[in-house]
Nanobody, 126 residues
Framework: DVQLVESGGGSARPGGSLELSCVIS????????KAWFREVPGQEREGVAA???????KYKDSVKGRFTISQDNARNTLFLQMNSLEQRDTRMYYC????????????????????WGQGTQVTVSS
């Protein structure tokens, strides 16, 4: 079965940086869209950044210029580099993969994703 394991969460001060990693096992890593989502309990899970099947990247507007999604095919690992962190970035972060090629217009919608990691907490505070 596919497994997604996130790491790299933790605490940071406003303006600081963190890098999240997600190792994806037993899955054709480079075939289907992959993404990072985040949520606060009781609120809708929101898409942060995603890579589609052709390698094109999409970001949520509020993280453009601050967050960078990337992947290492040799290590089956998805990354999220987060710079200039803000308190509003405090969330539980999840990586996810689709099980089909999907569509560009829905790339940041959680309903499009079939498999999820367990999440890693990011806390930004002074």
């Amino acid at each position: 079965d596919v497994q997604l394991v996130e790491s790299g969460g933790g605490s940071a001060r406003p303006g600081g940086s963190l890098e999240l990693s997600c190792v994806i096992s037993d899955w054709p890593f480079d075939t289907y869209p992959k993404a990072w989502f985040r949520e606060v309990p009781g609120q809708e899970r929101e898409g942060v950044a995603a890579i589609d099947s052709d390698g094109k990247i999409k970001y949520k507007d509020s993280v453009k210029g601050r967050f960078t999604i990337s992947q290492d095919n040799a290590r089956n690992t998805l990354f999220l580099q987060m710079n200039s962190l803000e308190q509003r970035d405090t969330r539980m972060y999840y990586c996810a993969v689709q099980n089909r090629r999907g569509s560009w217009g829905h790339l940041l919608e959680s309903v499009e994703y079939a498999y999820w990691g367990q999440g890693t907490q990011v806390t930004v505070s002074s």
